[in-house]
C-alpha cells in the first residue's frame, strides 16, 4: 500500500517521500525546479502503477527527467521500465544506475542481476548512465554526495546531502535494522562490509535519514547502534543470519505472489532459486535445500509471517482477505 508523503519530519525543500509497503521501497521525489524532478528508487514491479500514480501526483504537472537507483535489487528498481514510459522513453526520462551494474543492467545479464538470482520478478530496462563513490549529484537543487554502502549489496551506494544532514540509505540501515547481508553469502565479507557502512554513516552524522524500508526517522545514533547490535548477533553466530536470509527471501516471494499458493509450487520455486541453493550449499552443507525449506516455511509460520492452510501457502494479509471474499 502506498502510504504517502511524510508530513510530521521536516524535509529539505524540493524533497518529498513516498513511504510504500515492504515489498516495495520508499520513492524519493526530487524537485530540481519550477518544470522537472527526479526520483531516487521506484519500487517492486508489483506496485510500478501505484508508484506511478503517486509519482504522478507528486510531481504536479513537473516532467520526470532522472531516475536514481541506490541499488538494483528488485523492489528498489521495480518500476524503473513503468516510470521511464510514462514520463517519455529513455530520450526524456534517463536511468542512473550504481557504476559496478551499468554493464549487467545493459546487457541484461540474467546470471549477474541479483532478482534473476532470487527468483523474483523484474522487467528490463536499461541505464544511460552510472555514479560512484565520491561522486556529487545534482538532485532537487541540492548537491548530494554518493558513498558506497556494502553489505547488503556490493554495489549499492547511499546519498548524503551535507548541508541538511539528510541522507538516503537503501537497504544500508532502517530503523531498526538492515538488509540482508547478501556480501556475506556472495564473498564472504558481508559482516566486515556492513561494519564499514555503518561506521561511515556515524561519521556522517546524519540529522535525517531517508531508509529504503519504514518511515523517515531522525535519530541515527539509536538505529546504528541498534544495527550494531544485531550485526554483531550475527557475527557471533552466522547460522542466525542464515536463516533470516532463507526466511525474507521465502517472505518476500510470498509478498510478492500476492496470492495464496499451492505448497507445491512454493517449494518448486524455493529449490530452484540458484541464490538459496548458493546459500543452502555453502552455509548449511550437512542439510538439503528440501529440509532448508521445510524449516525456513515453520520458523515463517511459527512467527506468523507466513500461514499454511489447506495445502496452500501465503502471507497471513493476503489469507485473511481470501477467507473475507470465501462465501
Known amino acids: 500500500m502506498l502510504l504517502g508523503p511524510m508530513h510530521a519530519i521536516a524535509l529539505p525543500p524540493g524533497v518529498q517521500v513516498l513511504v510504500h509497503d515492504w515489498l516495495s521501497s520508499n520513492t524519493v521525489v526530487l524537485f530540481d525546479d519550477a518544470e522537472s524532478a527526479s ?75 541479483s532478482f534473476v538470482q532470487a527468483g523474483q520478478q523484474a522487467e ?37 546531502q551535507p548541508d541538511s544532514r539528510l541522507l538516503i540509505t537503501g537497504d544500508a540501515l532502517w530503523e531498526y535494522g538492515f538488509g540482508v547481508l547478501f556480501c556475506e553469502f556472495d564473498s564472504g565479507d558481508g559482516f566486515a562490509a556492513q561494519r564499514r557502512t555503518l561506521q561511515r554513516i556515524a561519521e556522517l552524522q546524519p540529522a535525517l535519514v531517508v531508509p529504503g524500508h519504514g518511515a523517515v526517522f531522525g535519530d541515527a545514533q539509536a538505529a546504528l547502534r541498534r544495527a550494531g547490535e544485531r550485526l554483531e548477533m550475527f557475527e557471533r553466530d552466522p547460522r542466525r543470519h542464515v536463516a533470516h536470509a532463507l526466511r525474507v527471501l521465502l517472505k518476500f516471494h510470498l509478498l510478492e505472489q500476492g496470492s495464496m499458493l499451492p505448497l507445491p509450487r512454493v517449494r518448486q520455486w524455493f529449490e530452484g532459486a540458484e541464490l538459496v541453493a548458493r546459500i543452502v550449499r555453502r552455509q ?44
Open 39 to 113: 526520483v531516487v528508487d521506484t519500487g517492486h514491479l508489483a506496485r510500478a502503477r501505484r508508484t506511478c500514480e503517486g509519482v504522478r501526483g507528486a510531481l504536479a504537472g513537473r516532467r520526470l527527467r532522472r531516475i536514481v537507483n541506490t541499488h538494483l535489487h528488485s523492489d528498489h528498481c521495480g518500476g524503473n521500465a513503468a516510470l521511464q514510459r510514462e514520463h517519455g522513453g529513455p530520450q526524456q526520462c534517463t536511468i542512473v544506475v550504481p557504476a559496478g551494474e551499468l554493464q549487467a543492467v545493459n546487457d541484461w545479464d540474467e546470471s549477474g542481476l
Open 124 to 160: 528490463s530496462f536499461a541505464a544511460a548512465a552510472s555514479y560512484a563513490d565520491g561522486q556529487v549529484l545534482q538532485l532537487g537543487g541540492l548537491r548530494w554526495q554518493a558513498h558506497a554502502a556494502p553489505g547488503h549489496d556490493a554495489h549499492a551506494l547511499m546519498l548524503f
Open 284 to 327: 548449511l552443507p550437512a542439510q538439503s535445500v528440501a529440509a532448508a525449506f521445510d524449516s525456513t516455511l515453520d520458523d515463517l509460520c511459527r512467527a506468523g509471517a507466513a500461514v499454511l492452510r489447506d495445502g496452500r501457502v501465503g502471507d497471513p494479509e493476503v489469507d485473511a482477505a481470501a477467507r473475507a471474499d470465501t462465501p
